[in-house]
């Protein structure tokens, strides 16, 4: 009988389960900025300067906890949302137009993170899918405890990112004059553990409630018969 109402309790419960977030944390601003020179973009709004007030900030949760003792690791396909801030653009899982091209990561023993080796988040400006070329894009990008932006950039080459997903740039404009970029955006990292529903599996509901105190009367119902 026990085994039986343990086991409900548990089918009960397994409708949620634990994945891991991370906060990006900023520990100070960009310390170099090449903003834009010729802005030939149409319209001219897309270009904008960055700051030297601007810096790094974001978020990110994983469908699961992460792995221990990985090194270089590439989990962005696991990645359930996300959301990047340069202070000029958001670049976030909820805009249909947002890419995370990669998240390689590296932990301890525990599965604690010890390093975000490369995130690289793009946001298309321009364009509607399948992008190309000619369309324009902003891109949020974190390698170690730096964060750099760019802002409006050309693309140079279209494709499917480390992570999986299509459809995203993969490589900026250099010579673009219209562009701005900033560099070495100091940032920390910590995490907590985050409930992630796994599939819409109600949680316990009346009829859930009456089967387990039905379960628990025929426990107690046994166990006095035992006594006698």
Request: some cysteine; overall charge positive.
């Amino acid at each position: 009988m026990r085994k039986i109402l343990l086991g409900t309790v548990l089918a009960l419960a397994a409708g949620t389960s634990f994945g891991a977030t991370v906060n990006i944390n900023s520990t100070g601003n960009y310390a170099s900025l090449q903003n834009y020179t010729n802005c030939t973009t149409t319209p001219a709004s897309l270009c904008a300067n960055f700051l030297t007030t601007n810096n790094v900030t974001g978020t990110f949760t994983t469908a699961g906890n992460l792995p221990a003792n990985a090194s270089n690791l590439e989990i962005g396909s696991t990645v359930t949302s996300y959301s990047f801030s340069t202070g000029l653009d958001t670049v976030a899982s909820t805009d249909a137009n947002a890419r995370l091209n990669t998240l390689r990561i590296s932990t301890d023993a525990s599965g604690n993170l010890t390093n975000v080796n490369l995130m690289q988040a793009v946001l298309w400006l321009t364009g509607t899918a399948p992008h190309t070329t000619a369309d324009r894009f902003t891109a949020a990008v974190i390698s170690g405890n730096a964060g750099t932006a760019t802002h409006n950039s050309g693309c140079q080459t279209v494709g499917t990112g480390n992570s999986g997903v299509t459809n995203t740039c993969l490589v900026s404009t250099v010579t673009d004059t219209s562009r701005s970029t900033a560099n070495a955006s100091p940032v920390s990292f910590s995490m907590a553990a985050a409930a992630v529903t796994a599939s819409p599996i109600p949680t316990v509901s009346e009829w859930g409630l009456i089967l387990m105190a039905s379960l628990l009367g025929m426990f107690g119902i046994a166990r006095l018969r035992r006594q006698r």
